[in-house]
C-alpha cells in the first residue's frame, strides 16, 4: 500500500489570507494520480484538484493550486483568498493508474476564520 | 460526474446485529468501493464490490463481517455483521464513473454508524 503523509493536523487561517497544506506520499510506480479533497462538517467528500504525475505544469482550479515536486515526492494545496465556506478537513489522497483505489492522508482540518 | 446516495444516512444498533447500507448511484458507474472513516480520521478502504462478483477486500476486512453485494452497475450494499462498538464509523460509498484517464471518484454522504 502506498504511504501518504499530512503532517499538519490543524491549520487555521483569516478570511482573505493564503494557507498552504502539506502532502508527502512514498511509491515507487512512475505514474499515478494525486488528489486533494475536501470534507465540511456535512462530511460529504468533494474533489478539490486533481494532477496526474506525467504532467509537469501544476493543477489549477479557480483559488486552489498545487505544488507538485515528482522528485521530492511532494504535493501541497494552496488556498488562495480563503472564505469561511473553506472550512473543511483536507485529505491528500493517492492513485495507481488502472487501480482506482484512493490511499488517504490522516487529513488537516483547516479552519478559516472571520 | 455521478451524484451517489446512501441509506441509512445514520442509524443506532445493538452490539451482535447486523446492519445493511445501500449505495445509489445516478449513472453506470465501472467502479465501486466501500471505505470506513472512524471519527475524526481517514479513510480506510474496506473493499471493491465488483458488479457480477464477489468483492475484493482489504487487508484486515473479511466477506463474514463485511459483506457486499453488487448486482447491477448503479446499486451496492455493504453489511455490517455481528456488530460491536468497534464497528462505530462512518460508512462511504465510492464511484468510479469511466476507465481509463479520468480516474476522478465520486462519494456519497456517507452512514454514520453507532453501536451501543
Known amino acids: 500500500a502506498q504511504t501518504v503523509t499530512q503532517s499538519q493536523p490543524e491549520m487555521s487561517v483569516q478570511e482573505a489570507e493564503t494557507v498552504t497544506l502539506s502532502c508527502t506520499y512514498d511509491?515507487?510506480?512512475?505514474?499515478?494520480?494525486l488528489f486533494w479533497y475536501k470534507q465540511p462538517p456535512s462530511r460529504q467528500m468533494i474533489l478539490v484538484i486533481r494532477?496526474?504525475?506525467?504532467?509537469?505544469q501544476n493543477a489549477t482550479e479557480n483559488r486552489f493550486s498545487v505544488n507538485f515536486q515528482k522528485a521530492a515526492k511532494s504535493f501541497s494545496l494552496k488556498i488562495s483568498d480563503s472564505q469561511l465556506g473553506d472550512t473543511a478537513m483536507y485529505f491528500c489522497?493517492?492513485?495507481?493508474?488502472?487501480?482506482?483505489?484512493?490511499?488517504f492522508g490522516a487529513g488537516t482540518t483547516v479552519t478559516v476564520r472571520a | 460526474s455521478a451524484v451517489i446516495s446512501q441509506k441509512p444516512s445514520r442509524d443506532i444498533c445493538q452490539r451482535g446485529t447486523s446492519l445493511t447500507i445501500q449505495c445509489q448511484v445516478d449513472?453506470?458507474?465501472?467502479?465501486m468501493f466501500w471505505y470506513r472513516q472512524q471519527p475524526g480520521q481517514s479513510l480506510t478502504l474496506i473493499a471493491t464490490?465488483?458488479?457480477?462478483?464477489?468483492?475484493?477486500?482489504e487487508s484486515g476486512f473479511v466477506i463474514d463481517k463485511f459483506p457486499i453485494s453488487r448486482p447491477n452497475l448503479t446499486f451496492s450494499t455493504l453489511t455490517v455483521s455481528n456488530m460491536s462498538p468497534e464497528d462505530s464509523s462512518i460508512y462511504l460509498c465510492?464511484?468510479?464513473?469511466?476507465?481509463?484517464?479520468?480516474?476522478?471518484?465520486?462519494f456519497g454522504p456517507g452512514t454514520r454508524l453507532t453501536v451501543l
Open positions: 465510492s464511484a468510479s464513473p469511466l476507465a481509463g484517464d479520468n480516474n476522478e471518484q465520486f
Open positions: 511509491t515507487s510506480e512512475n505514474n499515478y494520480y
Open positions: 494532477q496526474e504525475a506525467y504532467k509537469q
Open positions: 489522497a493517492f492513485m495507481k493508474p488502472n487501480d482506482y483505489k484512493l490511499s
Open positions: 449513472s453506470q458507474v465501472t467502479m
Open positions: 464490490a465488483n458488479q457480477g462478483s464477489e468483492a475484493t477486500y
